[in-house]
């Protein structure tokens, strides 16, 4: 037993420690960024070690405070783990370099609230039970909250509300499921359900499938799954950008939660519940895909459509999922990591734009021409053109390993969401980007197209933050670099998820793992 799976926890844990305790008056915003940046690295260090450890293809566990798996608390990592964990934490690295260009000053506590949401974060990857699984969201979320809310006002407080009200109900419906299982089948260890599940008495069964749906609705509404979606886009919207880049990861956690709990503990040895719930994820997959799409349509403000794309992307996730198939499970491992990049990219895109139009904000209303639009221009059309899965960049690649790899019976209904989705929101993206870079007010225009005349400020130049336009360089560069390395990436994914769909390893390695004997 090593004790390099708990490192991704720890490190960012102590981090968040020490960035409490920097309130120098006068280096204090020095201290805290230092602290965060060796936190950073450190954790780059483990979780690149630890995808070095997993890529021998077995499943390694730790037992915390040496208990036995079925007593105590135990992590598990694999090369599902580590995939998450990878992707976590190179988007982190370009939040927090977005956040160091100057937004941090308004929050004196951001940086402790950042590494405590990498706890949540990390933490709910590795967890090997359901509880700790629910521990890890609530940490994750106490830390969203503050995040969020930090240095706003108005319409932020309000969505703010909404948020943390949607998220505590989930809470509490995720306690009831955890305490039906409980009560049902004595353990919350994920390999010890996987067993007691095809185990079960048939007079339980109806029981357990209430409490695995119960979880599966929570798990749902964290990932913004219809009709539990509606609250995304406009928290998503109000949030400064680096928050919102942030919080993109947090969908895909309710993903992996599904992912995890439908393979490990609902798969093929569960008998009775085997694929319980995937048919109905299908479906609803595909209808939030077409109305995520209809969404980034119908949005007025640039920021408020980034939110309809992440919506899209968890829909299209969901499908890959809920097809259960080794090729678009792996295929879609692939799209998770670059769909994360790409939409907090646009976010921070979104962001460099409203500033430069001044009270225009982000809204898609035609305005005197953007004062030095080349940058945001190329950077957005980059951005637009792999977020649609166009040719040639990974999100195009990605879609293509999806749909390559539907079963033949689902061909039809997939392939038609898909496409017409990202049809819609090629044209989202085209008229965006027309009238916010390309379209200027003028008579002839207003008498054509029949637009109301609306007060328009005149556009200012903000003052150049080269760190911002680092972080979305960056964030671009993953997925060029994600394009360049796909033969490899789509390999390690594909092998990820014949990891995934092989549960018997899981029980046998976390069952096997004995505590380490000390001599008194």
């Not at 964990?85 to 160091?100: D, E, K, P, R, S």
């Not at 646009?346 to 809204?363: K, N, P």
Request: aromatic share 8%.
């Amino acid at each position: 037993m090593t004790h390099l799976l708990i490192l991704p926890i720890l490190i960012p844990l102590l981090g968040a420690a020490l960035s409490l305790f920097a309130e120098h008056r006068r280096y204090g915003r020095k201290i805290r960024r230092a602290v965060s940046w060796t936190a950073m690295a450190a954790l780059a260090a483990a979780v690149l070690a630890l995808c070095v450890k997993v890529s021998d293809g077995q499943v390694h566990a730790y037992l915390l405070g040496d208990w036995p798996s079925r007593l105590g608390i135990v992590l598990m990592a694999d090369r599902l783990s580590a995939w998450m964990l990878a992707t976590t934490t190179l988007l982190a690295g370009a939040c927090l370099l977005h956040a160091c260009a100057g937004w941090d000053r308004r929050a004196p506590h951001f940086h402790a609230l950042f590494q405590f949401q990498l706890v949540g974060l990390n933490g709910a990857f590795l967890t090997g039970d359901v509880f700790n699984l629910f521990v890890f969201f609530e940490v994750m979320l106490i830390a969203s909250y503050g995040l969020l809310l930090s240095g706003g006002r108005g319409l932020r407080l309000r969505v703010g509300f909404h948020y943390v009200v949607f998220n505590v109900t989930s809470s509490t419906v995720f306690l009831i499921a955890l305490g039906l299982l409980y009560a049902l089948l004595g353990s919350l260890n994920m390999a010890e359900l996987s067993q007691r599940v095809a185990q079960a008495p048939p007079q339980n069964v109806a029981l357990i499938k209430a409490a695995f749906g119960l979880l599966l609705l929570v798990f749902c509404a964290k990932a913004a799954l219809l009709p539990l979606y509606l609250w995304l886009p406009e928290t998503y919207a109000r949030a400064p950008a680096a928050v919102a880049a942030l919080f993109v990861i947090m969908t895909k956690v309710g993903l992996y939660a599904v992912l995890r709990v439908s393979t490990l503990i609902l798969g093929s040895q569960a008998q009775a519940l085997d694929g319980y719930g995937r048919d109905w994820l299908l479906w609803l997959g595909l209808a939030t895909l077409l109305l995520a799409a209809l969404g980034v349509l119908a949005a007025v403000r640039l920021r408020v459509l980034i939110g309809y794309l992440v919506i899209v992307s968890a829909a299209t996730l969901f499908v890959a999922f809920a097809l259960d198939a080794p090729g678009t499970l792996g295929a879609g491992l692939y799209y998770l990591a670059h769909s994360s990049f790409v939409a907090a990219a646009l976010f921070m895109i979104a962001d460099l734009i409203r500033r430069r139009r001044g009270g225009a904000s982000d809204r898609k209303e035609i305005i005197a021409p953007l004062p030095g639009k080349t940058v945001p221009g190329v950077l957005f059309l980059i951005a637009a053109i792999s977020v649609a899965g166009l040719p040639p960049l990974s999100g195009f690649l990605a879609k293509v390993a999806i749909l390559s790899a539907t079963p033949a019976g689902l061909t039809a209904p997939v392939w038609a969401a898909v496409l017409l989705s990202s049809l819609m929101v090629i044209m989202g993206l085209t008229r965006g980007g027309v009238r916010l870079f390309w379209r200027v007010p003028g008579d002839q225009d207003t008498a054509e197209h029949g637009t109301v005349e609306l007060p328009r400020p005149a556009p200012r130049k903000a003052p150049a933050r080269p760190l911002e336009t680092a972080a979305t360089v960056l964030l671009l560069g993953y997925g060029v670099a994600m394009t360049v390395a796909a033969g490899p990436l789509l390999r390690y994914s594909e092998a990820a998820a014949a990891q995934l769909l092989r549960p018997a390893d899981y029980t046998t390695q976390l069952r096997g793992t004995a505590p380490v004997l000390r001599e008194p």
